[in-house]
């Protein structure tokens, strides 16, 4: 079956420091991969998104691309901050399989001022 | 904007007792879907409805019943809860557009 998988947290980075999340799945049909986030209290909301291969996902300074051939789509970001701590889902939705979405185990981003 | 309503978000039950969690969305999407979210393991599927009138199951439906009254509403219902179902569970809906979600309802029970 479909599945993501996570690099497990946390995470701890210092203030502007380099972010890599690394995300890999397993996939039957021809996914779309997301981003999600979740800061303490609240719902994930969407980050980024891409829809197939070479794709490149971007916002608020987060960036993923869909790389078919080693089937990832790892987060970076140049320069965190502290705003940024949260825990970061990766997630792929097939596109032969409705709306529904299969979530990674999600990785919690600490950074420290 | 509201989007997607959980109520309550938060909530103690004793073994054995029954409880809804409520959800609506105003954002006319005919897709909804309840998860449960527990450490390191994301969010897994319970049920969800793709269209009003119409329940299907997730990953993970065992102990849980849903009723899609309305293309606003899904509820989520516990008739018997257990520890094992100790949980933060979210809401969430769409329509050919990623899935928006709710703040979530922690459920803990004794």
């Known amino acids: 079956g479909d599945s993501v998988t996570q690099m497990e947290g946390p995470v701890t980075l210092s203030e502007e420091a380099f972010l890599t999340i690394n995300c890999t799945y397993t996939a039957t049909g021809y996914p779309s991969l997301f981003w999600y986030v979740q800061y303490p209290g609240e719902g994930l909301q969407l980050l980024l998104k891409?829809?197939?291969?070479?794709d490149k996902g971007s916002n608020k300074g987060f960036e993923a691309t869909y790389r078919k051939e080693t089937t990832s789509f790892h987060l970076e970001k140049g320069s965190v901050q502290v705003s940024d701590s949260a825990v970061y889902f990766c997630a792929l939705r097939v596109n032969n399989a409705g709306n529904m979405l299969t979530f990674g185990g999600g990785t919690r981003l600490m950074v420290k001022p | 904007n509201a989007g997607v309503t959980q109520t309550p978000k938060f909530q103690v039950l004793k073994t054995g007792q029954s409880m809804t969690l409520q959800c609506a969305q105003d954002?006319?999407?005919?897709?909804m879907y309840w998860y449960r979210q527990d450490p390191g393991m994301g969010l897994r599927l319970i049920y969800y409805?793709?269209?009003?009138?119409?329940?299907d199951k997730g990953e993970v439906p065992n102990g849980y019943n849903v009723s899609r009254l309305n293309k606003r509403e899904f509820s989520l219902r516990l008739e018997s809860a257990a520890p094992s179902q100790t949980s933060v569970y979210f809401c969430a809906s769409n329509q050919n557009q990623p899935q928006h979600f709710g703040d979530g309802t922690r459920l803990s029970i004794l």
């Open positions: 409805s793709a269209s009003e009138g119409t329940t």
């Open positions: 954002m006319n999407h005919n897709s």
């Open positions: 891409a829809t197939k291969a070479d």
